[in-house]
């Protein structure tokens, strides 16, 4: 039996709590072949093209952290869900900023291997609800027979669920990986092609600019603030320096400093 037949196929998905154009620049960055798909309002899912689990050496599990912690590092705020799954086992990965990423494990029959405390590190990362989320979650930590690997992880997307996760149509974790890829294509999944890291700075560029901060960074605002920077450092500079008083020096060259870039950014972004 190969890695992508048989009762126990191998193979991912990451769950990512932020809307395909953010997630967009941040997956291309990894430079894997993935493809792209809204899976909810502010949700995306990425679902592997490639199998670099089968030729690389590496178990599914830690691929595929890997990749999300890259992802979330990279990431303006958003955290992301890794649920992967192979012959023997299966889990999650949640990743979120620059802390320690957190992680449960089922066998193949669905016995619980992880640690309660996880779980509950889990929804209280992703802001679920303390009370009813919290209480859906603790049966996946429980033993029962009648649970596989693959239930669980179905379970843990019907607690997302609640939080708005809509995975497309066929779009299953626990299935075999190359079903899952030919039915992300048919549902309309965009594939990811690296474009150099040109392209990738510009588009990270253009989400941060379309998020709440962008009218302060470029346009009519950030020219305004720019130059109310220069006016307030540039007399602050002057007087500090005046009086030997490093700590108002530093304040006028910091603003002086933060106006001058906010101006020059967006000038270059207007070319």
Same mark, same amino acid.
């Given at each position: ?34 493809l ?40 303006a ?11 023997d ?21 669905g016995?619980?291997? !992880? ?7 889990f &929804?209280?990362? /992703? #802001?679920?609800d =303390?009370v $009813?989320?919290?209480? *859906?979650?603790e049966?996946l ?27 497309p ?23 990811l ?13 253009d989400v ?10 470029? !346009? ?7 130059? &109310?920077?220069? /006016? #307030?450092?540039? =007399?602050? $500079?002057?007087?500090? *320096?005046?009086r ?28």
């Amino acid at each position: 039996m190969n890695a992508t037949s048989g009762p126990h196929p191998v193979g991912a998905l990451l769950l990512c709590r932020a809307e395909p154009p953010a997630v967009r620049p941040s997956a291309q960055l990894l430079r894997e072949q993935l493809l792209l798909a809204a899976a909810g309002p502010e949700w995306s899912v990425l679902v592997p093209e490639g199998k670099p689990w089968l030729h690389g050496g590496e178990p599914v599990e830690q691929v595929v952290t890997g990749w999300a912690t890259a992802l979330a590092v990279s990431a303006a705020g958003w955290p992301v869900v890794a649920l992967w799954w192979d012959r023997d086992r299966a889990g999650l990965t949640l990743a979120a900023g620059f802390r320690r990423t957190v992680g449960y494990t089922w066998l193949a029959d669905g016995t619980p291997v !992880g640690e309660d405390e996880a779980m509950r590190t889990f &929804a209280a990362r /992703l #802001a679920l609800d =303390p009370v $009813l989320d919290a209480q *859906a979650l603790e049966p996946l930590t429980e033993p029962d027979p009648d649970a596989d690997a693959h239930t669980r992880l179905l379970g843990v997307v019907a607690v997302l669920a609640r939080a708005g996760l809509a995975l497309p149509t066929g779009i299953v974790p626990g299935e075999n990986a190359d079903r899952l890829r030919s039915v992300a294509l048919a549902q309309g999944a965009e594939q990811l092609e690296w474009s150099g890291w040109r392209d990738a700075v510009r588009a990270e560029l253009d989400v941060v600019e379309g998020g709440p901060l962008g009218p302060y960074l470029r !346009g009519p605002k950030a020219r305004v603030l720019g130059g &109310a920077q220069l /006016l #307030a450092g540039v =007399p602050l $500079l002057v007087w500090g *320096a005046a009086r030997r008083s490093g700590g108002w020096a530093t304040a006028g060259a910091l603003l002086v400093a933060h106006g001058a870039l906010g101006l020059a950014y967006d000038r270059l972004r207007e070319r």
